[in-house]
């Protein structure tokens, strides 16, 4: 597997807290300053889907993680 960046493993350690998964909304409230805007944690999560740390499943609209 590939290394995360900084970026990454902050994402991790959140999606980490949420027992069930969540989406990016869901990972973005358990951010405290700095909250990154929505459309670059998309951007990591999607990156970490595809270095193999997560998986998501489309519920909706919405990809959960």
Do not use: C
């Amino acid at each position: 597997m590939k290394e995360l960046t900084p970026q990454e493993e902050e994402a991790m350690l959140h999606l980490w807290h949420l027992p069930d998964g969540g989406a990016v909304k869901d990972i973005l409230e358990l951010f405290k300053s700095p909250v990154p805007p929505y459309t670059t944690l998309a951007s990591t999560m999607r990156n970490l889907q595809h270095k193999g740390y997560v998986k998501s499943r489309r519920v909706g609209i919405t990809y959960l993680y």
